[in-house]
């Protein structure tokens, strides 16, 4: 006689585009169930997102944790939202899954951390590290040996050649490109189509063909 396998209940953190395309993606896991939305906005309460219906907001948290759901995913793009919410709930104690695209191309020799969305179309090859609440948007490229720290957000079909580095809170922009052994400060961000041939240093804005600096 077959073992029924384990169904892992959670809850999702953030009810809006974002969540959507996490959803899509949690229903290509059949040991997962997801029972429910946590969203602040009020006027999306009483809504579901897809055919997820969304429960409550922050406050219900804790009462989730007492009643056994103690897996979440925070689907949140902004950065430092989903920073904050991340780390509330680990403080409460929730542990956290990968949302992981079953048409995504991950090295075996790739380190993951946990709370990571990365999307369909994706490749990330061998020896990239991706640490805590990344997002790999759709189609992004990431090659060997690439360093991404926390609550990083790389958007759709950036390139990453290999040997980058992305610092913690920052965001790549739609169709940018890193070229190889450039080092992408904390909390920067490279806009949409940019091609950076450079150094980006911390809490600066660059954009352009070759990138440059218009804020910082």
């Known amino acids: 006689m077959k073992k029924s396998k384990k169904i892992t209940k959670l809850v999702l953190i953030g009810g809006g585009g974002h969540a959507k395309v996490v959803i899509d993606i949690l229903r290509s896991y059949p040991s997962l169930e997801l029972i429910g939305i946590i969203d602040r906005d009020l006027e999306r309460r009483s809504q579901k997102v897809l055919d997820i219906p969304i429960i409550g907001d922050d406050s219900i948290l804790t009462e989730l944790i007492m009643n056994?759901?103690?897996?979440?995913?925070?689907?949140?793009?902004?950065?430092?939202?989903?920073?904050?919410?991340?780390?509330?709930?680990?403080?409460?104690?929730?542990q956290f899954i990968n949302t992981?695209?079953?048409?995504?191309?991950?090295?075996?020799?790739?380190?993951l951390g946990q709370g990571i969305a990365i999307m369909g179309g994706v490749t990330i090859?061998?020896?990239?590290?991706?640490?805590?609440?990344?997002?790999?948007?759709?189609?992004?490229?990431?090659?060997?040996?690439?360093?991404?720290?926390?609550?990083?957000?790389v958007a759709p079909g950036v390139t990453l050649s290999g040997n980058v580095t992305i610092g913690e809170g920052a965001f790549i922009g739609a169709g940018a490109t890193v070229i190889q052994g450039m080092c992408i400060g904390e909390n920067a961000i490279v806009g949409a189509g940019s091609v950076v041939l450079c150094d980006v240093v911390h809490n600066t804005t660059v954009v352009g063909v070759p990138a440059k600096v218009i804020t910082g």
């Open 125 to 153: 090859n061998a020896e990239c590290v991706v640490d805590d609440n990344v997002i790999i948007n759709t189609g992004a490229n990431i090659d060997h040996e690439c360093r991404i720290a926390k609550h990083v957000h």
């Open 68 to 94: 056994g759901i103690s897996y979440t995913f925070v689907a949140i793009g902004n950065n430092s939202l989903r920073k904050k919410l991340f780390e509330k709930t680990a403080e409460l104690g929730f």
């Open 100 to 111: 992981i695209h079953p048409k995504a191309i991950v090295s075996s020799y790739t380190k």
